[in-house]
């Protein structure tokens, strides 16, 4: 593969098109756009309520989060599928949907019905036990599209008989989750101007919490409160500041090392330039929040700054890019920060999903906490109530000449912009202590080009990442000891890792590989117990839920545009004999 794989639209000519304008293959679809209805879904339907939402983490029948709970620990509490024999596990049914495209979706399981959603925005409500189809709703997509990394979308939101998502052209919708029946939608932003929504939505107290997608286009980040009822717009946090982007000018990362900047330089930028750029500074919001309920607090991580790699155009910190930040369920006002990799020029952002544990801090002490895994290849743990960052784990991947600035012609630094941590949830076992981590190593150059603002929905990435052909690629599933940034196991992958992990209470971590691999492993040392060929590539996060006291493990099998893993179009379920 000789250049990185997720922006294969700057390179590849066959691939740019679909990347920069997907509209144009799903147009048939866009233009109708509707609910089909399969079977009447069983009655009595019964509605999700919020009491439900806070208690997900320790209800092993359904799964109401696409990371399982408001804490996003991505841990099952069944014991049914065990260590003893996950080794039986078989498919249960495969359900096939229209859309044959990459699939990072977590499928939401509400009382026996599955709600999965596909790329280019379509909704199947179907059992949870046999794989009937209930209905299939198609988005009917606006006249632009415009997004970075595939068409895909992570999944919907679910509160009382409601359904939310995101969409490719930016809106978010919401569906009668018995019928697929659209109930209303809202505009969230302008796709003519790069913005574009793939994460899956949070629901809480009547809100809608939604991120955006952009930070190659040159947007201005933000996470969005809407009315579940109505639609109506409650609140915006914006992730770029109107001022004080520059920051405190810092000149090392999270983990101490010297960024090479030149202050002086920028700050003489600055005064030159002044401080419009704000409003092209990217710091999209890739994945779900958490949201803690007692403190009412949200929690999220932001995205890369715009242009990707040309920083001469952005001078200071870039405030809240490559940052998790705190706000106010209620209002949207800003708590804290913490900036992993100010004025970021490697694409080194972050982007998996900040995940609600208790953790130790120096003095051993159990508090609130936060862990975040970042594309840099370690796990970041934090004081939950200040942000303060009370270690980093030891590096996952290989990390070296560690922030070598790019150059015209191309410096080579590892990790590769890819990570390390991609947008792949982590999964964290409170009985382990451990955290369990898809890692990707892939060496590349990174290369600087002088790129203004181009305008509109075209890619900014003033420059390239180019994936060095002669040097291999690979991928590790990490289990990280968060009390002491210990790595306690990790087994090295044929391809770099992509879409997820699920733990659960039965002693297993579940993750897929590129190559079509779904695997179980000992979640105490890292043994392979299980493994099952799905026929294209499992790059999404799996799920475990349990009806009429059968325990069932989910997962699509899809493939990714990102990495260009093989397509298809199943999501595979599986139970023991």
Known sequence: ??????????????????????????????????????????????????????????????WLHSNGSYAQTRFYPGTQINKTNVSKLRPAFIFQTAVNESMETAPIVSNGIMYITTSFNHVYAVDAVTGKEFWHYKHKMGPVTTFCCGPNNRGVAISGDRLYMGTLDSKLVAL???????????????????????????????????????????????????????????????????????????????????????????????????????????????????IDRKTHTVYFVVGNPSPDLYGAIRPGDNLYTDSLVAIDLDTGKYKWHYQYVPHDVWDLDAVSPPILVDVRDTNGKMIPGIIHGGKTGHVYVHDRETGRLIRFSQAMIPQENMWTLPTPEGARMLPGANGGVEWSPMAFDPQTRLAYVANLHQPMTYQVTDAPYPG?????????????????????????????????????????????????????????????????????????LWEFQCGAGVNSPAVSYNVHGKQYVAVAAGGNTQLDFKRGNTVLVFALP
């Open 456 to 528: 509109g929905s075209k890619l900014w990435l003033g420059g390239a990442f180019k994936v060095i052909p002669s040097e291999e690629q690979w991928g590790k599933l990490s289990a990280v000891n968060i009390d002491t940034g210990k790595v306690a196991w990790d087994f090295k992958t044929a391809q770099p890792l992509i879409g997820g992990v699920l733990v659960t209470a039965g002693g297993l971590v579940f993750n897929g590989e590129g190559n079509g691999l779904f695997r179980a492993f000992d979640a105490s040392t890292g043994k392979k």
């Open 1 to 62: 593969m000789p250049t990185s794989p997720r922006y294969l639209a700057v390179f590849v000519p066959l691939l740019a098109a679909a990347l920069a304008s997907p509209a144009s293959r799903g147009a048939d679809d866009a233009q109708n756009a509707s609910t089909t209805t399969s079977a009447p879904m069983p009655s009595p339907f019964k509605p999700v309520s919020q009491g439900q939402l806070d208690s997900a983490a320790s209800n092993s029948s359904d």
């Open 176 to 290: 009668d989750a018995k019928t697929g029946n659209v109930l209303w939608q809202s505009q969230i932003a302008d796709p003519d101007l790069g913005y574009s929504e793939t994460m899956a939505p949070a629901v809480v107290d009547g809100k809608v919490l939604i991120g955006t997608n952009g930070g190659e286009y040159g947007i201005r980040g933000f996470v969005k409160a809407f009315d579940a009822n109505s639609g109506q717009l409650l609140w915006t946090f914006y992730t770029i500041p109107d001022t004080g982007q520059e920051g405190v000018w810092a000149t090392k990362d999270a983990t101490g090392r010297d960024e090479k900047r030149d202050i002086a330089a920028e700050k003489k930028q600055l005064a030159d330039k002044g401080g419009d750029f704000y409003k092209t500074l990217g710091g999209g919001v890739w994945m779900t929040p958490a």
